[in-house]
């Protein structure tokens, strides 16, 4: 099965896995590290789910070469890690940490002597909190303009440190969930439940990959790009009144983040009874700065229906009818062709515009047990990754140029908000003392990686 499927992708195609800082390093007082938003968060009472801290997590911080021998036995072409800006530079401005440089530069020589292409991501959801706290240019946070310039300085100090080496960049992870559920409704942190006051964080967070796209390239980086996560909405009914809360869905969570890199404007928001964005003269044309690749994360379908009449926002979320779901439950469906849909109205909607795709993120948390003696049968993880990946082909022979596929996640890691209740990775992590045994996925996908490149070798 595993070369049927190697078999429908084009020669040069990539294969990769993900993690980010804050679920795996651990070491969260360790070697000058600051504290950022996730900090305050997982220290708050009551916001994770069964309490945990995310130290020591997977420990990677301590377990380099452990992680790196996984990817190489996995047969990855590149590894999608990121850069915890709080490790870097403790306060979100001034000097760098040294010990936090000198850790990913450790990584970076481990994974190129191992014959992996490094990809970090410069942000993935650690705001510094004295950047938080700051709420004196308008906002706090990503309310606030001056996060997109102390990014960009940011940017710059890793750039200089690693971008002798390192030529492959995301810049921001999920702009969409930092927005949604750290600004709106307050699922994630830094837990503001603003609802659409919430919006100008999208339009910062977009300028911060504007001001640091330049900086990267300046530093010899070859490919930049940034990561959202998007969904393909669907009606609960086929009524006109569905139909137009899947408009309105589709905005916030698709088109607002999407549309300006893609098109240089950002959707009518207006229509849908939105603020206009706090857009100065010459940001959109920053924005829209050509991307190298644009980052899809993809986990799930939406299905939204029209609203009550007490509510608001202009759609009601619902279960995905007659899907089976993942361990998040019923908001989180398994429908694989969603994946293509969302692959092929992408490259409708905005065809010349829309640069090669890089999934940046996919895959499914299953309910698994703390503690294993060998390797763990989790095949509803290899059907979800089969399906998925099968999507990504129909959608390649489509005419959508995707150029990387990349599981989330390597390792099962600290979920935020639900600690580790759900486990994503394709390597068991016992979280007493942080040993790895890979599952029956990771020898799967360590096969489809090894029969592509059989099949492009003997085509």
Not at 25 to 54: K, Y
Not at 79 to 103: E, H, K, M, T
Not at 399 to 421: C, I, K, M, P, Q
Request: with cysteine.
């Amino acid at each position: 099965m595993a070369r049927d499927l190697s078999a429908r992708f084009p020669r040069g195609f990539r294969w990769s896995a993900a993690t980010a800082a804050f679920q795996v390093e651990g070491a969260r007082a360790e070697d000058g590290r600051g504290r950022s938003i996730w900090d305050d968060f997982v220290d708050s009472p009551g916001q994770v789910l069964d309490g945990s801290t995310a130290d020591p997590a997977c420990d990677s911080y301590h377990r380099i070469a452990d992680d790196v021998g996984l990817l190489s036995e996995l047969g990855v072409d590149r590894y999608r890690f990121s850069i915890s800006w709080v490790r870097v530079q403790p306060d979100g401005r001034g000097a760098a940490n040294p010990a936090g440089l000198d850790y990913y530069s450790r990584l970076v020589d481990a994974l190129l002597d191992a014959g992996i292409t490094p990809f970090p991501t410069l942000y993935h959801w650690d705001l510094p909190v004295s950047l938080q706290a700051d709420g004196s240019q308008g906002g706090s946070g990503w309310l606030s303009r001056d996060t997109a310039e102390r990014f960009g300085e940011y940017a710059a100090i890793v750039a200089g440190a690693l971008g002798d080496r390192v030529k492959h960049w995301y810049t921001l992870n999920e702009p969409a969930s930092t927005t949604l559920e750290g600004y709106a409704i307050g699922a994630l942190a830094p837990g503001e439940t603003l609802l659409f006051d919430a919006l100008p964080t999208v339009h910062h967070q977009l300028l911060a990959h504007a001001r640091a796209w330049p900086v990267l390239r300046d530093h010899g980086a070859e490919q930049i790009g940034i990561v959202n996560n998007h969904t393909h909405v669907r009606p609960l009914h086929d009524t006109e009144a569905d139909l137009q809360a899947v408009a309105a869905y589709d905005v916030i969570h698709n088109r607002i983040f999407a549309d300006p890199l893609l098109t240089g404007a950002y959707p009518d928001l207006e229509a849908f009874g939105l603020p206009p964005m706090p857009v100065h003269d010459g940001d959109l044309e920053a924005i829209a700065a050509p991307c190298d690749f644009y980052g899809v994360n993809f986990y799930n379908p939406t299905t939204v229906t029209a609203p009550a009449p007490d509510n608001p926002i202009g759609f009601d979320l619902v279960a995905t009818p007659g899907a089976p779901v993942t361990g998040f439950g019923e908001m989180w469906p398994v429908v694989p062709s969603a994946l293509a849909d969302l692959l092929i109205d992408f490259r409708e909607r905005y065809g010349d515009g829309l640069p090669p795709i890089v999934i940046g993120e996919n895959g499914a948390s299953y309910p698994e047990p703390e503690h294993v003696e060998g390797p763990l049968e989790d095949r509803e993880r290899v059907d979800y990754l089969r399906g998925h990946i099968s999507a990504v082909a129909d959608a390649v022979e489509a005419g959508v140029r995707v150029e990387e596929y990349t599981v989330w996640s390597l390792l099962d890691n600290f979920e935020w908000a639900s600690g580790y209740t759900q486990r994503f990775g394709l390597v068991h992590v016992d979280f007493d003392d942080a040993s790895r045994t890979p599952k029956r996925s990771f020898s799967w996908y360590r096969d489809l990686i090894a029969a592509a490149r059989q099949s492009k070798a003997t085509s």
